[in-house]
């Protein structure tokens, strides 16, 4: 049987790693990670770099927000999820094509340090102005999610707590094929801006809440 996760856990992405943020201190003997790989299952693997002492990433190549990008730019998105909600700052290229900018629905990442179509570059300079750590982050209690998502400007809070859909949740934390989910979950994870769907298949957008950057209330 096909795995639900198609090929996209395979997808490679390259990172380079730091220990630090400013780049004159990264330079110094001891800070440099080297560049890391990332196979399989994200969270962990990010897990493991904050652990090791990663601070900073940098990805290379430039990342496509919109609809039609190939399996790399998803999981790069991904990745720069994982890393954001590690507290992890990551210096990246934005790219689209189309002018849909990612439609917002990326502006609670790690602003890019460029965004590639936005001529003017009040696009990226907004996003940058908006961002904060737990911009739409996302808790688990005992038989519900909590998301709480200010990327609208104001906070919107949402409840899940049907079990469908909070199976769906766990299997979209690392993306799987859009067509293993149903079709009702899926309209309504859509309709609520809390999944991305790319390339085939759809990945869960919220940031994992693994400790309050504020007072609670305050996110």
Same mark, same amino acid.
């Given at each position: 049987m096909p795995s639900p996760r198609g &090929? $996209?856990? /395979?997808?490679?992405?390259?990172?380079?790693?730091?220990? &630090?943020?400013?780049? =004159? =201190?990264?330079?110094?003997?001891?800070?440099? *990670?080297g560049t890391h790989r990332l196979v399989g299952p994200c969270g962990g693997t990010v897990a493991g770099w904050y652990a090791a002492g990663a601070r900073h990433a940098r990805l290379a190549h430039p990342v496509d927000l919109c609809a039609d990008a190939d399996a790399r730019a998803a999981r790069s998105l991904l990745l720069v999820r994982e890393l954001t909600a590690r507290g992890i700052a990551v210096?990246?290229?934005?790219?689209?094509?189309?002018?849909? %900018?990612?439609? &917002?629905? $990326?502006t609670h990442l790690c602003p890019p340090s460029r965004l590639d179509? &936005?001529?003017?570059?009040?696009?990226?300079?907004?996003?940058?102005? =908006?961002f904060f750590l737990g911009r739409c982050v996302y808790r688990r209690g005992p038989g519900f999610v909590e998301v709480r998502d200010r990327r609208s400007g104001a906070l919107e809070v949402v409840t899940i707590d049907e079990p469908g859909h909070l199976a769906a949740i766990e299997t979209l934390a690392e993306g799987v094929v859009a067509t293993a989910?149903?079709?009702?979950?899926?309209?309504? *994870?859509?309709? /609520? %801006? *809390?999944? =991305?769907?790319q390339a085939g298949h759809l990945w869960w957008l919220p940031t994992r809440a693994h400790r309050w950057p504020f007072p609670a209330l305050i996110v």
């Open positions: &090929d $996209f856990g /395979a997808t490679v992405v390259e990172v380079e790693l730091s220990r &630090d943020y400013d780049p =004159a =201190a990264a330079r110094l003997p001891g800070m440099a *990670l210096d990246w290229t934005a790219r689209c094509r189309d002018g849909c %900018h990612g439609g &917002d629905l $990326f179509g &936005d001529a003017t570059g009040t696009v990226a300079a907004r996003w940058r102005a =908006a989910v149903p079709a009702d979950v899926r309209r309504d *994870l859509v309709g /609520a %801006h *809390l999944v =991305a769907e």
